[in-house]
Every structure is written in C-alpha cells, then in structure tokens.
C-alpha cells in the first residue's frame, strides 16, 4: 500500500477530498445480466487507495464483466459503483470524467495502426485533457520510456512485437494520470516468451503505489504482486484473501478444484 496521502478530485463538477482510508473503488450489490444469463450476481467488493488486487476466475465466471463495469464500458443491470465518493452509475455523472482517471488496458491493443507509439500516446492527451502537443509530446516520450520503449517512439504497430504494442497502451494510460489503473487479460495475447516484460512493467507500477486491478491467468504475478487475491465463480466472489491464503490455504471447494486444475 502507498503512504497515506490526500487529494483534491473534481468530477462531474462535485469537489471531494480522498484518503487513503477511503476506498478509491467501492462496488455494492452490483448486478448484471445479458438478456435471461446473469452474469454478475450480487457483487460487494472496495478497493483500496494503492492496493493491487488480481481477480482470477474459469472462462464466464464474471471477471472481466465486472472489470468493464467499474468504468460503465458495460452499464450494470442494477447496484451501485462508487469512485472516489462519486457514485459513477448515478445518471448525472459525466462518466467521461470518471474515465479520464481511470486506465484501462485490454487484451488487444488496440492502437490506431496509422500513427506511430508517440502519436498513440500523445492523441487522448490532446483530445481528452487537451494538452499542447509540445506537453503531450514530452509525456508521450517520458511514458514510453518508463515502458522500455525509448528506442521505439517513432514505430507503428506494425513495426512493433505484441509485447511492445501492449507496453504502448499501458504508456497510453498512464499518460492520462490515471488515479486507478484495470487490466483485463493484458498478456493473454501474448506469445509466452513476450509475456514478462508486460509483467515487469505491471510489477513496477505496482511498487510505485499504482492502485491496480487485474483480471489474469497469471499466477506467479498474483502470488508475487498482488495484495488481494479474489476468486470468482458463476458470477459471485467465491473466495478472497492474501496470495497465501488463497494459494496455500484455499477455503472453498471450488477454489481448490481451480487452483489443482492451474497448477
């Protein structure tokens, strides 16, 4: 966890002050069905300022639905989503500036394949925030440099190896100043020998203090990384607790029979 710190955050014109004793993200009795399947069945669940916490899960247990919930890239069917003290699935919240402190990196890239790392980087900064391009430009480089990609700031993706596209849409993100930052499966695309330097970039934003939630199948990194391991199962949380409690002393049936089938 960070230091404890605060800050002065304005969305939808509402000014709050947040502390780290407060949850960045809080989620309460959240819902969501696809016509008759429901899909998220009654989701409690805070995030901590700084804390990093890995949702692991089998295929349809809800995981990356409730990921793309906290920012309302899916609108929940019911429930409340609270960010930072502004309930995010209030109708008059201007989700948009919700987003713009939240990162969100995919399991595909996508990149505009028409501009080059830097002109990918730079282009959110300049129509979201509205930043000189000399400003965007220069956070764009530094980014990009943080990510291992100094020497690539000129490449298009197609120039580019999956690895090196995805390290260029975690720069992307992290160029909006992101006060929270998901990753929805960022490696699974991946070919496995490009896998961990994703992974590295991944672990240094988490000792810098990064408040991260992550949805992987990658189980060193949540053993090695994550403060709260949660699992999930047909849309409930199942389980959470420490890596330790969760890898090494699972309580649930389900989450033991998942873990032996991983492992």
Known sequence: ????????????????T?????PVIRIEDLRKSF???EVLRGIDLQVQRGEVVVILGPSGSGKSTLLRCVNLLETPTSGHIFF?????????????AVRAKVGMVFQNFNLFPHLTAKGNVMLAQRKVLKRSKEEAERIAIDQLTKVGLADRIDFKPSELSGGQQQRVA??????????VMLFDEATSALDPELVRDVLGVMKELARGGMTMIVVT?????ARDVADRVIFMDGG??????????????PQSDRTKDFLGHIS
């Open 170 to 179: 975690i720069a992307r993100a992290l160029a909006m100043d992101p006060h």
């Open 84 to 96: 930072e003290a502004t309930e995010i699935t209030a109708k008059k919240t201007d989700i948009n």
């Open 18 to 22: 947040t502390t780290d004793d407060k």
């Open 217 to 221: 199948h990658e189980m060193g990194f």
């Open 1 to 16: 966890m960070s230091e404890a710190n605060s800050e002065t955050v304005v969305v939808d014109g509402a000014t709050a």
């Open 35 to 37: 016509g008759d399947n």
């Open 236 to 249: 409930y949380i199942v389980e959470q607790g420490t890596p330790e409690d969760v890898f090494d002393n």
